[in-house]
């Protein structure tokens, strides 16, 4: 049984569309999301800097449109995944992605899902200085006691060992000045403290926007990182989507439910690497392909072939 895994934010690299758009069913898919979006897609994925696609309004629905144009080079039919797919899961934003690979909601609806998203996060990202920074290492109640002593939250339990901290850019100091014991705090270049309270306005907004899209259940299984829940009704993912803004991202509990539900390969979509790499130390014997460029989408179908 094959899974597609779908990454976040702080996947991206400057110029990571420039292969990808000789691929015409990829170019075909951005320039569709990029019409209902409004946003400059193409060159965001070509000639934009580094601190041009970090910016959360940008990068989210760069790694969403990325992603799901992926799909579509890898099975046509507007980025949704084929009937060789067992199931799909996204990190943070990635669940839109897969959202939209499961048929829960159109290419088109997915990036002015994220654009409505990553306005609203961007919105109060800014209303107070926030950050986050990863902890590699360390008992997971020791790091937790550490957190929760500085006032930070753990926005982002990604596997193997590592978390990722939240909260006050003075409290994300305080962490890198003295961490928890037996770990590693390196900070991250981000605009604030997603997956927290912090984000809570946004939820507010995106709830809102959420009731204005068309909604159908996934064809797929779809896990969700609330807990890994495997979700069979579209509204309830959506809903969660919503949540999830201002709730941890269990990658964690999804990479287990994968493996659980007998997952034998995972296949993670442009701009892949991030997820592949947690699940090389998390899902042990689990075969693993991420897409970096079109080279590899060959690879990728034979290993679907494989395991379908």
């Given at each position: 049984m094959l899974a597609i895994v779908c990454p976040g934010q702080g996947s991206q690299t400057p110029g990571f569309f420039v292969p990808w758009l000789e691929v015409p069913a990829f170019r075909e898919s951005i320039e569709a999301q990029q019409n209902a979006s409004g946003l400059a897609l193409i060159e965001h994925g070509t000639v934009s800097d580094a601190d041009t696609i970090r910016d959360t309004a940008v990068a989210q629905p760069l790694i969403v449109s990325a992603g799901v144009a992926s799909l579509a080079a890898l099975f046509?039919?507007?980025?949704?995944?084929?009937?060789?797919?067992a199931g799909l899961a996204g990190h943070s934003v990635g669940e839109i992605t897969a959202a939209v690979a499961a048929g829960i909601f159109t290419a088109e609806q997915g990036i002015t899902f994220v654009k409505a998203r990553s306005t609203a996060m961007a919105k109060a990202a800014a209303l107070q200085a926030t950050g986050m920074a990863a902890i590699l290492g360390g008992e997971q109640a020791v790091v937790e006691s550490k957190l929760a002593d500085l006032g930070l939250e753990p926005a982002n339990y990604n596997g193997g060992g590592q978390i990722v901290a939240a909260g006050t850019v003075e409290a994300i100091a305080a962490l890198q000045a003295e961490g928890?014991?037996?770990?590693?705090?390196?900070?991250l270049q981000v605009a604030g403290a997603f997956h927290t309270r912090f984000m809570q306005p946004a939820v507010a907004e995106l709830e809102a926007y959420a009731k204005t899209i068309e909604i159908s259940d996934p064809r797929r299984y779809i896990w969700s990182n609330a807990g890994g829940k495997l979700v069979k009704?579209?509204?309830?993912f959506v809903s969660l989507l919503v949540k999830q803004v201002s709730s941890p991202v269990r990658w964690d509990l999804t990479m287990a439910a994968m493996v659980e539900a007998g997952?034998?390969?995972?296949?993670?979509?442009?701009?892949?690497?991030?997820?592949?790499?947690?699940?090389?130390?998390s899902m042990p014997g689990v075969e693993t392909l991420a897409l970096k460029s079109p080279d590899q989408l060959d690879a990728a179908l034979t290993l679907i072939s494989n395991h379908s």
């Open positions: 046509g039919d507007n980025g949704s995944a084929s009937s060789s797919v928890p014991a037996g770990a590693r705090v390196i900070p009704n579209g509204t309830d997952i034998t390969a995972i296949i993670e979509v442009c701009p892949g690497g991030t997820l592949t790499g947690l699940a090389k130390r």
